[in-house]
């Protein structure tokens, strides 16, 4: 079955920077649209970005453009975010996800999760 493993998430001082690791398994990888959403405690789901089959089409959420970088390694089945310039307001529950076809920031468009792993942004 397909499974995605973040990793990366920890705690963090403003101004500071993580990367983020999503390992797929269980699906074709280089097919896929990969996306990370994030969610904070009582707050919705929300899209941080997405990226193509061979990164050629990338989205960025607003808040994060200049400062969060996705990037891709089909040969390695991962997808990763790199977070620089790190904001309180970025703490959150960071789940990558997959889906076929066109790179979409809805988060009912993608069919698999990961179960998240949490950055925590300190002031």
């Known amino acids: 079955q ?3 493993v973040e990793s990366g998430g920890g705690l963090v001082q403003a101004g500071g920077s993580l990367r983020l690791s ?3 398994s269980g699906l074709t990888f280089s097919s896929y649209i990969m996306g990370w959403f ?3 405690p009582g707050k919705e789901r929300e899209f941080v970005s997405a990226i193509s089959w061979r ?3 990338i989205y960025y959420a607003d ?3 200049g400062r969060f970088t996705i990037s891709r390694d089909n040969a390695k089945n991962t997808v990763y975010l790199q977070m620089n310039s790190l ?3 970025d703490t959150a529950l960071y789940y990558c996800a997959a889906r ?3 790179v979409t920031m809805g988060r009912y468009d993608y069919n698999y999760w990961g ?3 949490q950055v925590t942004v300190s002031s």
């Open 2 to 4: 397909v499974q995605l």
């Open 22 to 24: 999503c390992a797929a």
């Open 38 to 40: 994030r969610q904070a």
């Open 55 to 57: 990164g050629g089409t």
């Open 63 to 65: 808040s994060v453009k």
């Open 87 to 89: 904001k309180p307001e």
């Open 100 to 102: 076929m076809g066109i």
């Open 115 to 117: 179960q998240g792993t």
